[in-house]
């Protein structure tokens, strides 16, 4: 099977390069060439266009921004299906957008193409050990199909339903991970103020209902706040904002959810928006 992967940034750089190591034929595409470099030089074939890219593959894998960039490089002008390939190609988008969006992106495929969504969960450290957790939309055999090349980063693929059924899943994913990590730095707000020692508290909550990974990362992360964002405030605002929309879509009432996003919509306005998540602690602390 011949693999196309496009959007190498945070996450797709580790995760090309488990692909690579676990011996698949890789081809790539990035609108910033220069960030293919590394994959060249570890055997990965780099196209200039995702036209060109689907021409040679046979599963394309898309790890991007949101869904306007996701549509450009699948139906603008140099897009996947301007291809006319006479195979079908399997779509395999790991980007995170709108269940609703991602449902026309699929319909608007050429007949015989499919589309799989396949948002992931566990950070650019679970890409590099190849522990991620995907969550997965689309028909069951093309889920099948593509699960040994899933394998290569991700520990868990859960097939949750038809198409969407994976986005919808990752936002009730990111409705937990925001709410946790904002409560997170709340509770080193309040010790530090009673004058308890911060960075003691992942040791004695270890174990407890409050334990959990997030806490045994975070605590270190807003004590030491990181140069280099692994997950930044802007991207995990844009899945607040969608899951505002899903919400209101749905007639779900969402009060915490609600009030997180207000907190990083005022993180954002801050300037802090393209650094990591742990910097909304400097606005808890005033």
Known sequence: MRIGFAGIGLMGLPMCRRLLQAGHQLAVWNRSQAKTAPLAAAGATVYDSPQALAAHTDVVILCLFDANAVAEVVFGKHGLVQAQKKTAITVVDHSSIAPQRTQELAKQLPADWHWVDAPVSGGTAGAEA??????????????????????????????????????????????????????????????????????????????????????????????HLPEQPTATVQTMLKDLNTIAELAQTQGTAMPVSHAVQQLYQIVQRQGLGSQDVSHIIQTLKG
Request: proline share 2%.
């Open 130 to 223: 190849g522990t991620l957790a995907i969550m997965a939309g689309g028909a069951a055999e093309q889920v099948e199909r593509i699960r040994p090349v899933l394998a290569a980063y991700a520990a868990q693929v859960t097939h949750m339903g038809a198409v969407g059924a994976g986005q919808v899943t990752k936002l009730c994913n990111q409705t937990i991970v925001t709410a946790t990590i904002t409560a997170i730095a709340e509770a080193m707000c309040l010790a530090q103020d009673a004058n308890v020692e911060v960075a003691k508290l992942p040791e004695a909550l270890a174990g407890g209902w409050a334990d959990s990974v997030l806490l045994q990362e975070f605590v270190s992360r807003m004590l």
